[in-house]
């Protein structure tokens, strides 16, 4: 895992971070992680997609074509000899001197990626895990994918600390998200999770599910629910890059339905592995 890719090149993995780039000093910038399996990124392109979007929402002009950056991150992918883990990349506004608007025009987005082996997460995805419950403190844009992690990282600190897998996150009575992945709840056999606005990231993982329920011919309402319409549910599951599809059987104190996996939540997970 020793090439990482800078800027157009693949080369030795070394710390080359400036102290004044922007990405380091103000969290302006944007990041990717996809997921690797069988030495094959999964859904590369949708990844990229995203950082597109994400990018002109912040305006940050992407050095290069996404075409360019695909087969870059597959040579660097072959370059690490990688079979199971992923690929985290990133895109930060440049190094300029510290000053908080956009620097000159001739300073450049900087580019860096590299690889980590990961073991599959199947025992956690067969056998459930819990969750903890606390207020979602982001800010107004959480569909972009920035640097700027830190109430996600308190959230999932919180959510380790009661050995939790993840921290599910409210803005009042309303369940967005989770620190690191998207939130469903099954009730009478329908699948309900928040539409993919401002309050929360669109997951490539919650994309493609909602696309595999299509196929399965199962109802997905894409619409809020409470924090009581989840801890009342039959089922609860998360959903992310490399995590892919894990039942949640506890919230806090609360058991979720019978508190095992549950049978729609099995269902989309065998789906979800058809993929890889
Ligand atoms: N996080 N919501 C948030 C806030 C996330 O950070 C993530 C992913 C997701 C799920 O998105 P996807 O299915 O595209 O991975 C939802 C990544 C894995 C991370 O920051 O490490």
Redesign the pocket.
Known sequence: MNKMLYNNRIMERENLINIEDRGYQFGDGI?E?IGVYDGKPLMLDE?LE?LERSAGEVKLSLPGTIVDLKSKLEELVAANGLQEGIIYMQVSRGSAARWHEFPASDVSPVTVAYTRAEERMSEIEDQGATAVLTEDIRWLR?DI?TLN?LP?VLAKQKAVENNAIEAILHRGDLVT??????VFIVKDGELFTHPANNF??N????KKVLQLCDGLGVKVNEKTYTVKDMLEADEVFI????LDVVPILKIDDRTIGTGEPGKMTRQVLQAFRTLY
């Open positions: 990041y992680v990844h995203r959480c994918k992690l996600n998200e989770a620190s690191a992945s998207n929360i990231l997951g490539i993982t919650r959903t992310a890059t490399k």
